[in-house]
């Protein structure tokens, strides 16, 4: 069977469901990604394949433009910067998030993984310092979930 021709919520291994997540709005954050069902502590949301883009100079221009808020800092020393596709980079920041993220940079990956039990319905939220316990500051306002 080719990918393309599988039902929908297919068993494809390696994949996540796309009906397990959803994309709506998020009160003062803006678009986010939320929960369709129950995930428990350390199981995987999304695998997000990765488009890098390597050098300084690429990232000085990112940076004038709507990208800015929406790509990881990549490879040894994020010399690099990198978009997350599926819904990668449309995960919100929260100092408190549900989900942790690990970035493998030989697979060209990003994958978000629940950190404790999320709920259908919830918001998935990353840190997006690193670690899901960091509180290095970030470059906006942060606004938390109630």
Known sequence: MRLHDSAEGADIEGQIHPPDIVVGETAGRGRGVF?????????VI????VIVSAGA????????????????????????CAIA?????LYNHSYHP???????????????AA?????AGEEITINYT?????????WFDVVEEE
């Not at 549900?98 to 978000?112: K, Q, S």
């Not at 950190?115 to 709920?119: A, F, Y």
């Open 115 to 119: 950190c404790r039990r999320i709920r």
């Open 57 to 80: 100079a690429d990232e000085g221009l990112i940076d004038q433009t709507n990208f800015f808020n929406y790509y990881f800092g990549w490879g040894e020393c994020e010399k690099a």
């Open 98 to 112: 549900n989900a942790d993220h690990r970035r493998d940079f030989e697979a060209g990956t990003i994958t978000v």
């Open 46 to 49: 999304e695998v997000c394949p």
């Open 130 to 138: 690193g670690p899901v316990d960091c509180r290095d500051p970030v």
């Open 35 to 43: 929960a369709a069902r129950d995930f428990l502590p350390g199981e």
């Open 85 to 89: 596709l599926g819904y990668g980079s």
